[in-house]
């Protein structure tokens, strides 16, 4: 038996003859055409854009070091304050040393001749009174030990601090108004300014000096004569006999009847000593006024 296949028809449509004058293809072509127009016109522009500016080369910079300026040393008011008193006072005080150095050297001289001239025995008398010493009619050895122990020169440090001490680093009604630096007093009336807080009953007054110089070289008179300070020139001879250099704190153990604080006062002398030193060392003395010369 036979069996016919049942096969579905398929309908084909005919193929449509493909034609460039269709107005659709035409649209189409000249779509392609703009855009492959468009893509030629960016190609070209990019292939002929401003070429980047040549980088110019860069200055070489050259460091020039800055001078090397020294710092100026910037005082303390306090240290200036101190620099400024012992610039002040400390070529007095040189220079009465010089002047008594002067005198020993003549005393010294004296003491090896073998016979005195009337001006050198004249002059000896002087010298004599001037450090509260009897001159004999022939001097001995006792008398030209007691003269030489007396006519010594004052450490410059020791003079200085004991002035500042004193004197309030110059600022003192005393030290202002009556050149007094060293606190001397005088028991005359009107030898000198009366202390606002003076004891009842008490007769002394703070003396007055025409200058500085005068009140440095009463100061160096009253240590090297006065009775109080004997051991002080004892400590002063003991060291030149051993060639040893005169030191302001060794002699200022001397000082304990200077003031009524004893010791106490001793130890504050040493210390303005040591805590000054450096500072006095460095001090360049100012010039000397005209009466302070004198």
């Not at 034609?19 to 190609?43: D, E, G, N, Y």
């Not at 005080?93 to 005198?103: A, M």
């Not at 003076?198 to 009253?222: D, I, L, P, Q």
């Amino acid at each position: 038996m036979h069996h016919r296949e049942n096969r579905a028809c398929i309908h084909t449509p005919p193929m449509r003859k493909f034609s460039f004058h269709s107005p659709r293809v035409i649209k189409a072509l000249t779509t392609a055409l703009i855009w492959l127009t468009a893509a030629v016109v960016m190609s070209a522009c990019s292939t002929h854009t401003k070429p980047a500016p040549v980088e110019q080369p860069k200055a070489v910079e050259t460091t020039i070091p800055a001078p090397v300026v020294k710092k100026a040393i910037v005082k303390h008011p306090v240290q200036q304050k101190k620099s400024n008193f012992f610039a002040l006072m400390k070529p007095i005080i040189v220079d009465e040393n010089n002047k008594i150095s002067q005198q020993r050297q003549q005393i010294m001289q004296l003491k090896h001749k073998k016979v005195l001239s009337k001006q050198d025995s004249a002059t000896l008398a002087t010298l004599s009174s001037t450090y509260g010493i009897t001159m004999p009619t022939t001097p001995d050895q006792t008398f030209w030990n007691n003269l030489l122990n007396r006519v010594n020169i004052i450490p410059v440090e020791l003079a200085l601090v004991q002035a500042a001490n004193e004197s309030a680093w110059g600022t003192s009604r005393f030290a202002r108004e009556g050149n007094n630096y060293f606190g001397q007093w005088c028991f005359q009336k009107g030898c000198g300014i009366v202390p606002k807080q003076r004891a009842k009953g008490a007769a002394h007054e703070v003396r007055y000096f025409k200058n500085k110089t005068k009140s440095v070289r009463a100061y160096m008179k009253n240590i090297n004569s006065s009775g109080a300070y004997a051991n002080l020139r004892t400590i002063r001879s003991k060291l030149q006999k051993q060639q040893q250099p005169i030191q302001a704190e060794l002699l200022a153990n001397g000082l304990k009847n200077y003031s009524e604080r004893g010791m106490a006062y001793v130890k504050t002398i040493q210390s303005m000593i040591r805590k000054n030193r450096s500072i006095i060392d460095q001090t360049e003395p100012v010039t000397l006024a005209q009466d302070d010369a004198r």
